[in-house]
């Protein structure tokens, strides 16, 4: 089935290998110009994307549709319904994501419609996005920091989408913050204060690679209950939170996760991981047949020169005292020391809710300022 739409536009859903084959390509013409964006390994889209690989699509519905104009592909969108957020929210609401588009308002205005169109159809009221695909993976759209390239797991963006985005009645609904630090600071006397009152009661210890799918279960736990009054908060399912250890576990030594216990009992943890778009730059996308070969060098001889900080929690019931403030500085701490070890002094610590004043004074205090916002979006249906 094809949807047109006027002056040529042609928007065609996306149907088999050959479909998301040509939707995982689409990026690669937008961005063709743009020297900080960094293109995803396909092998890497295609598992991301693939019912058979990603858990996600166990309570997903979905689908993705490429916008053609005089023959060319010009933009991409999909649409998803997590089947798991009304258990946690009292709304109904579909999401958009993958979006790109090049700089037409036709464009943009006729994958909108389309994406509207299916959630509606679906019995959605609002829209919320761009989520790639769910709030646990890439989300938010950038609207600030264009001028660097974006770390691992997160979006890239041309300017102009934020402004087609808004004219077509998309609103704020939240932003995302990503803060960029120099692992080399100072640690103010009121992390180490607060690291000395509670030495007695808080360890911090690297992950035990031998009990890996136990300790993920731990940090799954931990995080859940973390994020749990967070907006737009869906939790990681086991299967998804196992596969997204699997992966990490290629690229992390264990001393690039650490967990704190309070009087022996798990209580935060954070993960370190080296910046793989680093160690991607230049191969175009392609591991075959030497891109595979670099990558490998890069990342274990090498090594990425920055990292990001992709995952941390503090259990819900420590977040608003001190001794929360301790479980922080304490990962942190820890993690600050593995990576400059592993020989990777900058960091970026994201993605970090505007609202979420106690965390954005933590990183404040060690010296973080924020380099990228992603926005995201919602619109009434």
Request: glycine fraction near 8%.
């Amino acid at each position: 089935m094809t949807i047109a739409s006027k002056n040529t536009i042609e928007i065609k859903p996306v149907i088999g290998r050959r479909g998301l084959r040509a939707f995982i390509q689409v990026p690669w013409q937008i961005y063709q110009d743009d020297p900080h964006w960094c293109p995803p390994l396909r092998i890497e889209r295609q598992m991301a994307l693939s019912e058979k690989h990603n858990p996600a699509f166990a309570h997903l519905q979905w689908q993705a549709w490429i916008a053609y104009k005089d023959g060319h592909a010009v933009g991409r969108i999909s649409a998803q319904i997590d089947q798991l957020r009304p258990e946690y929210h009292d709304d109904v609401v579909g999401y958009f994501g993958m979006l790109e588009a090049n700089d037409d308002a036709q464009v943009f205005s006729a994958l909108l419609e389309t994406a509207q169109d299916w959630l509606r159809a679906r019995g959605m009221h609002t829209m919320h996005g761009p989520f790639n695909l769910t709030i646990n993976e890439e989300c938010g759209l950038l609207i600030d920091g264009f001028d660097t390239p974006p770390a691992v797991m997160m979006g890239h963006a041309r300017p102009w989408y934020q402004t087609h985005l808004e004219s077509l009645g998309c609103r704020k609904a939240v932003d995302l913050l990503a803060y960029w630090i120099d692992l080399n600071f100072e640690h103010p006397p009121a992390m180490q204060r607060l690291l000395q009152r509670y030495a007695g009661r808080v360890q911090v210890r690297p992950i035990d690679g031998k009990r890996f799918t136990e300790e993920l279960d731990i940090m799954r736990d931990i995080f859940n209950d973390a994020w749990s009054n967070n907006w737009g908060f869906v939790p990681f399912t086991v299967e998804e939170f196992r596969e997204l250890g699997k992966a990490l576990r290629i690229m992390l030594p264990d001393e690039l996760v650490q967990i704190a216990a309070v009087d022996g009992q798990p209580a935060a943890f954070i993960v370190g991981l080296p910046n793989l778009n680093e160690a991607i730059d230049g191969l175009n996308g392609h591991l075959f047949p030497f891109g595979i070969f670099k990558l490998l060098w890069r990342l274990k001889v090498r090594h990425p020169r920055t990292s990001r900080v992709p995952l941390m929690g503090v259990r819900k019931q420590y977040q608003h005292g001190p001794l929360g403030a301790a479980l922080a500085y304490g990962v942190i701490g820890a993690i600050v020391r593995e990576l400059l070890a592993y020989g990777a002094p900058h960091c970026e610590l994201s993605w970090i809710l505007e609202t979420n004043r106690g965390m954005r004074n933590i990183i404040e205090s060690i010296g973080g300022h924020v380099y990228k916002t992603y926005r995201i979006y919602e619109k009434t249906l």
